[in-house]
């Protein structure tokens, strides 16, 4: 059960994972832009070509004002989801830097291929001597 939960941290936290999800987050609030547009524009406008209803100065002013609205949660919800994604960054930044490999401390012998210190000038296993 801790190996799952370790491997769906590594999943989730992956870049191309999160890059996604807001992608689906970020279609999910332009489609509102696009459904705004047909309820407030489009279907009117078809309405009124049909003889199916007459729409006041006032009526027009309202559609006007919900596709307003539309379009700002659209630009809040991107906002929100950019500045998300830049503390997630920081934070898997911040992450990667702990988990840094050390400078390597031990090479390999050329001649036997036993590791040994990185600055042995002989080697220990075959005693060759090492430029
Ligand atoms: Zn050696």
Not at 38 to 50: A, W
């Amino acid at each position: 059960m801790k190996k799952f939960i370790e491997e769906f941290k590594t999943f989730a936290l992956r870049g191309n994972v999160m890059d996604m999800a807001i992608g689906v987050l970020i279609g999910g609030a332009f489609s509102g832009i696009i459904t705004s547009l047909t309820d407030n524009f489009i279907q009117p406008i078809i309405d009124v070509i049909m003889g199916r209803a007459a729409y006041t100065l006032e009526d027009v002013a309202l559609f006007g004002s919900n596709f307003i609205s539309a379009v700002i949660n659209f630009i809040i919800t991107a906002l929100i989801l950019f500045c998300l994604l830049k503390a997630m960054n920081k934070l898997l930044s911040v992450g990667r830097k702990e988990e840094a490999p050390a400078a390597p401390t031990t090479k390999t012998c050329p001649y036997c291929k036993s590791e040994i210190s990185i600055d042995a000038t002989r080697c220990p296993h075959c005693t060759s001597e090492l430029s």
